[in-house]
């Protein structure tokens, strides 16, 4: 665990970047900094491994003080991974992702073997090893900081907008990867992001900072969506965030229609299954050419899925698949409305 | 020294005069060559690396060598000003074709693809926006030749045509500190002169450099 | 004034005379190994002097000023200017000339070895210091080698500088191939004079070409120009805009 108590920083000239910040980032979490520009996130972690010093209060880890340590010998236990990536422009691949290691006195040849295996870990071609990183794209690059922060196995994380330079598709599957290798090594992660929506969908706990460094709200994303603690809070997880909380109901409790029996008279479409029972697409208005389906959901999936189906299928509504792809039912965009409302009527009783 | 300086005034200002000339002759021709050759390598990308390499070859050749093999190449007397003009000629077109070519090199991309999209030919896209925006890099270039040429251009006296080098030998001679004073005096001012003219050139062509900064 | 017909073995005469070749006495070979000695030595001590200095106002961003102006003023200063004041101030010798050689060739290095630690990928730097570097291996492992391009290219500006000037130096007494130019001017004997330029271009070529492979030897490929040059090419350079910055640190040599 990590904890700041009553840590301020405040830079010559009087600037100050936190103020009296109290918070505690729980083993093998993700703990997510977000805010707007300015309100000093990267000055928060980066008071972690001690690349800033704070002007006053402690920050422990598992109930050490970090200024009780060497610094540099701290760092190489904490990983650290930076924007742009901050790769070693005259080092290999693999000798970038060795950097800690061989700080550390592990020999080269294992230390090289070690890179290939992490390469291969964050999803990479082992083949990348000897290139250097003005040869990968923006996302390869991105990877590399990740596999090269992990190179020492360190126990704690610190990550300071790490995706947010490469554009949303490949944001997307790091961030996915980034979930699936987290499930595996439960680190203890601090992960700096001004992306309410990145900081919804990767944090365990989500601390949201206000200007002049102070903590607006801390807790999981559902609980800053269902209550947020004031208008600043309010405001920035978004006027939709209804929307958004529908990401945490599943649509386990949603009733569909069969779907043999789902022929919606006032749109003139049905839908088209192929011979193993899959969906192919919908017919509008008897028309042969069929329109495609902009994608299916199973009950594990969130409401806010299948409402975003139901609203861009030319039915009007999304199909539930089970396990093998065969369609087994049909649900309607109004259908899901009334949901809404009897799931609301059940919290406020 | 002042003594010296008014003593001396005729002569110290007809050094000066040839000095101006010597230097910057050679700049403009440098540039009237290199232009149309950068371009071309630009245009045709396989004449870039030979001439980069023989730009590199000809730029390492010491200036007093270059000053003495000139008459063996061409027809000049070897006590003419023309082997100043023609050597340092040489050097400012090494140093020149390579920035114009690498300045033209690094605009092209987005803008100068917007510029054919919208219908530019290719002589109008050229003039009116690969040069105007190559140009600080150019201009860049365009300092450092005409700075170099100012101070090479002393190294003359040697053979009998170098400007300020004049009062170098003469201090020589007369183991007189003075005319050695004012002459670097002059050559470090002249240069001075010269590459703040260049700046204001380029601050007046090219407003929109300053326009994003704080 | 047209130049004098002489038949282009004249110019020759000098150079392909045996006699010269001679090892014993101040023959080629004898001058030639003068040369090359003063322009390493001298270039040996600009290194010793401006890459420690280079180096710590590069890493501390401290008395950048110096390093800037430092490197315009020596680019502007007549070489020939300060070889005579040198000698007139202190008198004939190889010491003094080679002080004012290490004057010329000081700015360049230093110059180019604080613009290439400045042109360092900040986020890069920020990476080695936040996973435990120590200061010095910050410097050594990771700015260095980073802005290896530059002090490489300074150092090369240099050399030829230096290599130019000692030629020039001959007209105040050092020895060196210059001997060979000079002398022949002053006894108008033009195929000595010819040698001399011949021998002394084809040495500076050759030292650069040699100093071109030292360059490829040292410099990282992942830092190298030519290899990254599609996708970093702006960041390679300077940036012309900003008129604090060196407009470059190699200038012609002299
Ligand atoms: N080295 C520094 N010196 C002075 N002020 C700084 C420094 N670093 C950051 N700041 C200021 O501290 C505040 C918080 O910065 P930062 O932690 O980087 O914000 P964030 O990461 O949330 O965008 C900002 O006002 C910033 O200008
Ligand atoms: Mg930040």
């Not at chain 1, 964050?122 to 090893?129: I, K, M, P, R, T």
């Not at chain 3, 000037?165 to 001997?179: C, D, E, K, S």
Request: glycine residues 10%; charged residues 15%; neutral net charge.
């Amino acid at each position: 665990m990590i904890t700041f108590d009553a840590v301020t920083k405040a830079f010559p000239g009087g600037n100050v970047a936190v103020d009296n910040l109290s918070l505690e980032l729980p083993t093998g979490q993700i703990t997510v900094f977000v805010g707007p520009s300015g309100c000093g996130k990267t000055t928060s972690l980066r008071m972690i491994n001690r690349t800033i010093e704070p002007t006053s209060g402690t920050i422990s880890i598992d109930g050490e003080d970090v200024t009780s340590q060497d610094a540099a010998l701290l760092r190489r236990r904490i990983g650290y991974v930076i924007q742009h990536a901050g790769l070693f422009p005259h080092r290999t691949v693999a000798d970038n992702i060795a950097t800690v290691p061989l700080l550390n006195g592990v020999n080269k040849a294992q230390a090289r073997e070690q890179a290939r295996e992490l390469l291969t870990r964050v999803g990479l071609d082992e083949s990348l090893a000897s290139r250097y990183p003005a040869q990968l794209s923006g996302g390869q690059q991105q990877r590399v900081g990740v596999a090269r922060a992990l190179a020492a196995d360190p126990p704690v994380m610190l990550m300071d907008e790490p995706f947010s330079a490469v554009d949303p598709i490949v944001r997307d599957g790091l961030q996915r990867e980034f979930l699936r290798l987290q499930s595996e090594l439960g680190k203890t992660i601090a992960f700096v992001t001004h992306d309410i929506d990145e900081a919804i969908k990767l944090g365990d706990r989500v601390a949201i900072f206000r200007e002049g460094g102070h903590l607006a709200q801390v807790g999981s994303p559902q609980d800053l969506l269902d209550d947020p603690a004031d208008e600043f809070v309010a405001d920035f997880v978004g006027r939709d965030r209804g929307f958004r909380a529908l990401s945490f109901i599943t649509a386990e409790k949603l009733e569909v229609e069969q779907v043999s029996a789902y022929v919606d008279r006032a749109r003139g479409a049905s839908l088209v299954l192929d011979d193993t029972g899959r969906p192919t697409g919908w017919s509008v208005d008897g028309q042969e050419v069929l329109r495609a389906l902009p994608g299916t959901f199973t009950t594990r999936d969130a409401l806010r899925l299948v409402t975003d189906l139901a609203i861009t299928s030319p039915a009007g509504a999304a199909v539930r698949v089970d396990e093998a792809g065969v369609a087994d039912g049909v649900v309607a965009h109004e259908a899901i409305a009334r949901h809404l409302t009897a799931l609301r009527r059940e919290t406020e009783r | 020294m002042i003594a010296y300086i008014q003593g001396n005034q005729a002569r110290i200002l007809s050094d000066l005069g040839q000095h101006v000339w010597l230097s910057l002759l050679p700049v403009l021709v440098g540039v009237v060559l290199a232009l149309p050759a950068g371009y071309l390598t630009v245009r045709y990308r396989w004449l870039y690396q030979p001439v980069v390499n023989l730009g590199g070859i000809l730029y390492s050749v010491p200036s007093l060598a270059l000053f003495v093999v000139i008459p063996a190449i061409i027809p000049v007397g070897t006590l003419s000003p023309l082997n100043i003009v023609v050597a340092l000629s040489v050097y400012s077109f090494a140093l020149l074709a390579r920035t114009v070519a690498d300045a033209l090199i690094s605009v092209q991309g987005e803008t100068t693809w917007a510029a054919a999209a919208m219908g530019f030919r290719p002589l109008r896209q050229l003039f009116g926006v690969e040069l105007p925006m190559a140009l600080p890099v150019m201009m860049a270039g365009l300092r450092v030749a005409t700075v170099s040429n100012i101070s090479l251009v002393s190294v003359g006296a040697i053979i009998g045509v170098g400007g300020l080098g004049d009062l170098f030998t003469r201090g020589l001679q007369l183991s007189y500190l003075a005319p050695i004073i004012v002459g670097i005096v002059l050559s470090v001012l002249l240069a001075a002169v010269c590459d703040s003219g260049i700046v204001l050139v380029q601050r007046w062509l090219t407003p929109w450099t300053r326009a994003g900064a704080r | 004034m047209p130049a004098p017909v002489v038949p282009m073995l004249n110019y020759f005469a000098y150079l392909f005379d045996g006699g010269h070749w001679s090892l014993a006495g101040e023959g080629i070979p004898d001058r030639l190994l003068q040369h090359i000695a003063y322009t390493l030595v001298t270039l040996a001590i600009s290194a010793v002097i401006a890459l420690p200095v280079g180096l710590f106002i590069g890493h501390t961003n401290r008395g950048a000023f110096l390093a800037i102006n430092i490197g315009n003023a020596g680019r502007s200063l007549p070489t020939f200017g300060l070889l005579s004041l040198m000698v007139v101030l202190v008198g004939i010798g190889t010491l003094p000339v080679i002080v004012a050689l290490v004057v010329l060739a000081v700015p360049p290095i230093l110059a180019s070895t604080y613009a290439g630690l400045r042109s360092v990928d900040r986020s890069a730097v920020d990476a080695a210091i936040g996973m435990g570097m120590r200061p010095i291996q910050v410097l050594f492992r990771a700015e260095v080698p980073m802005a290896l391009p530059l002090i490489v290219s300074g150092l090369r500006s240099a050399l030829l500088q230096v290599c130019a000037t000692a030629t020039v130096a001959a007209y105040v007494g050092l020895g060196g191939l210059g001997r060979l130019l000079i002398d022949g001017l002053s006894t108008n004997d033009y195929p000595q004079v010819f040698a001399g330029a011949v021998l002394v271009a084809v040495l500076a070529v050759l030292l650069d070409l040699l100093s071109a492979a030292v360059e490829r030897a040292v410099v990282s490929p992942g830092v190298r120009e030519r290899s990254v040059r599609r996708t970093r090419w702006r960041r390679a350079r300077p940036d012309p805009t900003n008129e604090d910055a060196p407009t470059s640190p190699v200038g012609i040599s002299g």
